[in-house]
């Protein structure tokens, strides 16, 4: 079927305008971007859209399913929500191609119905480690578009810098960032969180406590141990949590649904806790024996107190993996564990005692390890090992591009192509996709419809992630060495 | 496998064992000449059910490899189980598992590096880490600079390899699904110069190391390296780069000289500019990934050496987050020196401290996670000055084991006592294949009474 930049789209049976806002500009977006080259040619192809709800809630239960249909000379999409629209447009500029002189839609006729297999399908990106700028952060959730992702899991702060400017505590971006124009202000997140909503994309934020924080300490040396031992927070003085009370205000607004990130979910970190400045305090020691508890009933009431926090804010929590691993069933039911250790079976013991989980094992999804091969990201399955009956509580899983070692510079080419191979496995079908070779012809087109796109994905069959192409050749047929 | 009582030589098959008679193996992913790299997918299934049907399933041939050496374990001589139904499902942890055999030393001729190979294969180690030459000998040999052997060799021709020799080991590694990585040590640790003696130091207290002043030790390295390049088609080129005495440099007037001439200010320096040399001029066109040895010192440094080569932490297993840091990825050899006999602090069992203590090594200790990342794997390393084909068994193989279950099984399999047990059976097993593996308790073996 030909096609052209002519194309009319048009809302419901009667065929009228489309509305105004983001139903109309996410059809902007996508004929920008099919429609690059300028054709003379013209055609009467014209596409009807159908939602029932478009301004649905974007959260975890949302209904983000579509049906495509292309006939001989019409396109329809119709969907329940405007997520499942969007990805009906993501698809059809998938399915068109430009010969060199016209655009057209092959295989017609064609009718797609298509749903993800996970509803939570997202990548980590760490804005502490080096800070991102926003038109970078922008530029990344486009990209997550592409590939049909809906979250990106924004680990805001950590030990290195703390780059967000809150307004009841400004010390903390003051002086934790790396530089003053390595700052977001409450305006650039809002911006940005609008930027992801409009394109289906939850912003899920988080804030890693008591471990991972040793940029608190400059701006609020009272929430540390002590000057030179700046971590975990201290958890035995109130000034802790006002501070992280007052910090999460203005991340949340104090109610569901408000502030800057309006995501239901807010994950909590709570990884990789170091308490030997904990019992290096005299003070923190004596308050400790007070309590008649050690360094890990310590831990464990920090995390709870901070759980607290968000959960009357409005929020949901993640945590990682080590929250199970301390709390076991005692960990708040509503509590989603974020499993991410190498090797780890915390998927199986955590869905097998009825709490949710987000999958990112480390040897497998971490797009900072560029050894990982995408064949290996690809053929990685998050419900690995856990009965059938509680599949359904592995809600998804995020590919994680930690920040020590990318930047600004070459954070797209190191989340891409291999972030694409998680995409999949999180969206499809899983007796359709079990094999990488089966995949890898696809894999190679969508790395060049991404660096089509102006998203720097690496080359596709680069033996470690991010690295320069061997040797002459087209964007399809590369030498693998 | 039930060991039967002493009066019969084969234990019979009991009544409730199963049989397997045949095993039918698919491979998803074959082809003619299945590439062996650090990327290859060793996976594999085995399933067995109640009536010995078996099916061995793998991406790879390789992993059909490995199917088989798992099948072997379980069936032993008798080809029956006795705990059917079997369902496994095994791939390893870390890509790099390695043996450093050091032919330099003592030679290790060709039938025994094949039997090395083969204790490599039962316990899933993959990567023969072979370290050629060294000060005592330069064995193998160059049609390009045949002098190297000729006047290298312990003894020529009979204690060196033939260009053919190197081939046929490759071959019958990549028969087993090992690689085998070659290391030529510079610019010290070398005989270089007993056969071509213009590219050493030739005043000066040092008689072997490569004189890093010299333009003409370049050329000379990219020629053999390029000649070397096809014999040995894996990846990775080790060229170690260790223990170089600064001395060499300082007490030759010519060194000194040049150095003085070309602001390098001591011998770290010029070590520094040897390897920006190797870099620059030796390494181009030859498509290969460069290992090195990491010492404390951290020389080699990194940033001297092309982008992507590995650092083989050899002394404190402490130095692998700083030669990550410094951009280089890691294999971790220090705590799995096979030569080291004597384990630390006082014990009168000592195989069973040194299995244990080599087993306990966790490669991650002191690593981020975004660390980890970096890590290939690790190696035992059997250092040659005090041990030869005639003891090589029962020194390296039984330690080379609990190594190698590091390395292939998950971080939380490290029960001692549960290891120990499989470890004596899978002694006992090297044993009756003719492994001379070193005994580590009391037990019984039927090798010990055939």
């Not at chain 1, 929500?81 to 016209?102: E, K, M, P, R």
């Not at chain 1, 004596?286 to 890990?296: A, K």
């Not at chain 2, 030796?282 to 990934?289: A, R, Y």
Request: hydrophobic share 35%; charged share 20%; with cysteine.
């Amino acid at each position: 079927m030909p096609i052209g930049p002519d194309v009319k789209a048009c809302w419901g049976p009667d065929c009228i305008n489309l509305p105004v806002g983001d139903i109309q500009d996410a059809w902007d977006r996508t004929t920008s971007l099919i429609f690059e080259h300028s054709v003379s040619s013209s055609s009467s192809t014209s596409l009807t859209v159908t939602i029932d709800d478009p301004s649905a809630s974007l959260n975890l239960s949302a209904d983000e399913s579509y049906i495509l249909t292309v006939s001989s000379s019409a396109i329809s999409i119709s969907s329940p929500t405007q997520l499942g629209y969007y990805h009906a447009l993501q698809t059809l500029s998938q399915l068109i191609i430009f010969d060199g002189t016209s655009y057209s839609i092959p295989n017609t006729p064609l009718t797609i119905s298509d749903s993800p297999r996970f509803s939570h399908r997202g990548i980590l990106v760490d804005s502490a480690r080096h800070y991102e700028p926003i038109p970078t952060l922008r530029r990344v959730i486009d990209s997550l578009t592409y590939a049909k992702l809906n979250v990106l899991h924004w680990h805001l702060v950590d030990t290195q810098s703390f780059p967000f400017v809150s307004p009841t505590y400004p010390d903390l971006g003051r002086m934790g960032s790396f530089s003053e124009q390595e700052r977001y202000t409450e305006g650039d997140v809002t911006d940005l969180v609008e930027y992801a909503r409009k394109r289906g994309v939850r912003v899920m934020v988080e804030i890693d406590t008591p471990g991972h924080a040793g940029s608190w300490c400059s701006g609020y040396p009272e929430v540390c141990p002590s000057a030179s031992c700046t971590q975990p927070l201290d958890p035995s003085t109130n000034a802790t949590f006002d501070l992280i009370s007052g910090l999460f205000k203005d991340l949340t607004g104090g109610e569901r649904g408000k502030g800057i990130f309006k995501d239901d979910v807010m994950h909590l970190g709570g990884d990789e806790v170091d308490t030997s400045c904990w019992s290096e305090s005299e003070e923190i020691a004596e308050w400790m024996e007070g309590r008649g508890i050690d360094v890990e009933g310590a831990y464990g009431y920090f995390i709870g107190r901070v759980q607290e926090i968000a959960h009357t804010m409005g929020r949901e929590v993640v945590g990682w993996e080590e929250i199970w691993n301390h709390f076991k069933t005692d960990l708040d039911p509503t509590t989603i564990v974020h499993v991410w250790l190498p090797g780890s079976e915390v998927g199986k013991e955590a869905t097998q005692a009825g709490y949710r989980v987000i999958w990112s094992r480390s040897d497998v999804w971490y797009l900072d390890w560029l050894k990982t091969t995408w064949e290996k990201m690809y053929e990685a399955e998050p419900t690995e090992g856990i009965a059938e009956g509680d599949q359904h509580l592995v809600l998804g899983g995020e590919g994680c591009m930690w920040g020590e070692t990318v930047d600004t510079s070459d954070i797209l080419q190191t989340i891409w192509p291999r972030g694409a191979a998680i995409a999949e496995r999180l969206w499809s079908d899983k007796e359709k996709t079990k094999e990488a070779k089966d995949a890898e012809g696809r894999y190679k087109e969508f790395r060049c419809l991404l660096t089509g796109r102006g998203i720097e994905a690496a080359p596709s069959m680069n033996r470690i992630g991010r690295d320069a192409p061997k040797g002459p050749g087209g964007c399809l047929e590369q030498r693998r060495e | 496998m039930k060991l039967a009582l002493a009066t019969l030589l084969l234990p019979a098959i009991a009544a409730h064992d199963v049989e397997i008679v045949e095993c039918k193996v698919s491979v998803s992913n074959g082809s003619d000449n299945p590439s062996l790299s650090y990327t290859t997918d060793e996976s594999y299934s085995i399933n067995i059910d109640e009536d010995g049907k078996c099916q061995i399933k793998a991406t790879t041939e390789f992993g059909v490899v490995h199917a088989l050496e798992s099948l072997s374990h379980l069936a032993g001589e008798t080809c029956s189980i006795s705990n059917a139904p079997v369902s496994i499902t095994d791939s390893p942890r870390f890509a790099y598992r390695g043996l450093m055999i050091d032919s330099a030393r003592h030679f290790l001729p060709v039938h025994f590096i094949e039997h090395i190979i083969d204790t490599m294969a039962a316990s899933k180690l993959n990567v023969l880490h072979w370290h050629i030459s060294d000060t005592e000998s330069f064995p193998s040999s160059s049609d390009l600079f045949p002098e190297l052997a000729e006047k290298g060799a312990y003894s020529y021709p009979d204690a060196s390899y033939s260009v053919q020799d190197l081939k046929g080991i490759v071959k019958y590694a990549y028969d087993r699904g090992i690689r085998v990585m070659p290391e030529w040590d510079v610019p010290g640790h070398g005989s270089w110069g007993k056969g071509k003696p213009e590219v050493t130091i030739l005043d000066g207290a040092c008689s072997n190391t490569l004189d890093p002043t010299n333009p003409e030790v370049y050329t000379f390295l990219h020629s053999f390296l390029t000649e070397m390049k096809d014999i040995f088609p894996d990846a990775n080129l080790f060229l170690g780069g260790d223990e170089v005495d600064t001395n060499c440099f300082d007490s030759s007037p010519t060194v000194s000289k040049w150095m003085s001439d070309n602001n390098i200010e001591d011998g770290v320096a010029l070590q520094s500019y040897f390897w920006q040399q190797v870099t620059a001029q030796v390494m181009p066109g030859l498509n290969k990934t460069l290992g090195v040895w990491m010492a404390d010192d951290g020389i080699p440094y990194p940033e001297d050496l092309p982008a992507g080569s590995f650092g083989n932490v050899w002394q404190s297993q402490s130095m692998m987050p700083t030669v990550i840091d410094r951009g280089a990825d890691v294999v971790l050899s220090g705590p799995w020196y096979l030569d080291q006999q004597k384990p630390g602090g006082f014990s009168s069992y000592a195989i069973q401290d040194l299995w244990q203590g080599m087993y306990k090594i966790e490669p991650y200790d002191g690593l981020t996670s975004s660390q980890q990342g970096s890590v290939l794997g690790g190696s035992a390393c059997m250092w040659a000055e005090g041990v030869n084909a005639l003891d090589f068994d029962a020194i390296a193989v039984t330690k080379a084991a609990a190594v190698a279950e590091r390395l292939w099984s998950d971080a939380s399999v490290k029960d001692v006592d549960d290891a120990q047990a499989r470890l004596m059976e899978h002694v006992c097993r090297l044993n009756m294949r003719g492994i001379a593996a070193e005994a580590i308790a009391q037990n019984f073996c039927l090798a010990d009474v055939l």
